[in-house]
């Protein structure tokens, strides 16, 4: 379980990854967050005060975060930016590799299947007699004198 602080982080690499930044890039970009920080120090109880406790904890991770990528080297920050992709990689192959939810028995499928047939049957049986009554109507002769 990740905390708000750990969240954050990986929000903002994964999101500069996807914007295809390099490592250099990213420290820039981590450096020019820093230098804002000031205003976020401003802002953060305002914030945090107008929409909930939530914004305000997620301001204060973002400085927490800013503080530790400008201090990062270069190669902990290239595995930073692997590091996400690489883990979406491993869940999706295991969720690849676990059985079916799908809990049928053999049971359940020869029932289903004449449940079915019976349906079928039913549904034969009402159109033959249809057609019975139809076929008796048509066969009878009228009876008396044509109205003519």
Not at 17 to 24: K, N, R
Request: glycine fraction near 10%; proline fraction near 6%.
């Amino acid at each position: 379980m990740l905390t708000q602080r750990q969240y954050f982080k990986a929000a903002v690499l994964e999101d500069w990854t996807a914007q295809g930044l390099t490592p250099d890039q990213c420290l820039r970009a981590a450096q020019q967050m820093r230098k804002r920080a000031g205003f976020m120090d401003a802002v953060g109880p305002v914030v945090g005060s107008a929409i909930g406790s939530g914004a305000g904890a997620a301001v204060r991770s973002g400085e927490s975060l800013l503080g530790s990528l400008v201090g990062a080297s270069p190669a902990l920050l290239a595995l930073g930016l692997a590091a996400p992709p690489a883990i979406g990689a491993g869940v999706g192959y295991a969720a690849a590799q676990m059985p079916s939810s799908v809990d049928e028995t053999p049971e359940d499928v020869q029932s289903n299947e004449m449940i079915d047939e019976y349906r079928r049957l039913a549904e034969r049986a009402r159109y033959n007699k249809i057609m019975k009554l139809y076929r008796l109507a048509k066969s009878r002769k009228p009876r008396g004198r044509p109205l003519m």
